[in-house]
């Protein structure tokens, strides 16, 4: 089982980093020869793109079923599960907005949450006392994998309508696109970051007696919940749809990268969740990956 999570990590990578080749070649194409996008090398990528998601679902179910819980307890499993979230996103708005930019762009974030995890050491230990809750636990990270997946494509839309406003790019989808794909990404979104936070108090009741104890993270998620709320009582109580939208769905992203990391910096009661770093020139190895195969 672990030989096929590290095969199915492996694939998951290398195939990401094609589709974005092929993203590029396509843009390339795109605007150097003037091939339409159904032409160039990037009607290739969504099929490879599949394939990587289906290699990193196939990644987390092996490891799920090694450590005996959802894949998500730590640093390196919760980056999988990160970038999972990511690449499934990209996939809903492929459906949706059939957009190369959109979906490159995605795609890279969770390329960029994949080589982390790569730097980081893969523990099979059992669960501590305080995340050992059997449906606490899948209803809480489930909720904020998708959550975190949906932002990321929000800060992807918000990002672009930024880059569209300042200079003038053929491939990007219109600003009216871009606002609405943002919007719909915040607005749900939103709804499992709200779940993720009364989860996340009802669980901290049971492990540690209290529904709210200003921890780093528990406070860094209600910056993040503040900020995605006050991007849609903005945009439904004022009418916003412009650059200040967007840097609300920046900023919101910002947010949640803090609280991610945050344990690295505050420490705090989710200090368990961490794991240490190795060294950064693992990410060399991304291509021929040694040290997985020890």
């Not at 749900?188 to 993720?196: D, P, S």
């Not at 291509?287 to 195969?293: E, G, S």
Request: proline share 4%; aromatic share 14%; charged share 10%.
């Amino acid at each position: 089982m672990q030989q096929l999570e590290i095969i199915a990590f492996v694939t998951s990578l290398v195939s990401l980093q094609l589709a974005l080749v092929l993203y590029i070649w396509g843009f390339i194409a795109t605007a150097v020869k003037k091939l339409p996008a159904e032409r160039s090398a990037s009607r290739f990528a969504v099929p490879v793109l599949l394939l990587a998601w289906l290699s990193l679902t196939i990644t987390l179910v092996a490891h799920g079923i090694q450590v005996g819980h959802i894949p998500a307890t730590d640093m390196f499993e919760f980056s999988l599960s990160f970038g999972w979230g990511i690449l499934t996103a990209v996939l809903v708005f492929r459906l949706r907005q059939k957009n190369d930019v959109v979906s490159a762009a995605g795609a890279l974030l969770a390329l960029a949450m994949l080589i982390y995890a790569f730097t980081l050491p893969a523990r099979h230990q059992p669960l501590s006392e305080a995340l050992n809750q059997s449906w606490l636990l899948p209803l809480h990270v489930s909720c904020a994998i998708i959550a975190y997946g949906l932002f990321a494509m929000g800060f992807v839309c918000g990002a672009l309508f930024l880059a569209g406003r300042k200079w003038s790019v053929a491939l990007l989808p219109s600003p009216v696109i871009l606002d609405r794909l943002g919007y719909r990404s915040a607005l749900v979104g939103f709804c499992f970051m709200t779940a993720v936070i009364v989860i996340g108090s009802v669980w901290a009741n049971i492990a540690w007696g209290s529904y709210w104890t200003w921890d780093p993270k528990e406070t860094a998620a209600l910056v993040t919940w503040l900020i995605y709320g006050g991007y849609l009582v903005t945009r439904l109580a004022l009418g916003w749809r412009d650059s200040h939208s967007a840097w609300f769905l920046v900023a919101g992203f910002l947010a949640v990268l803090v609280t991610y990391f945050g344990n690295y910096f505050f420490g705090g009661l989710h200090s368990y969740a961490m794991s240490g770093l190795s060294s950064l020139p693992a990410v060399g190895l991304l291509l021929f990956p040694a040290r997985l195969l020890e």
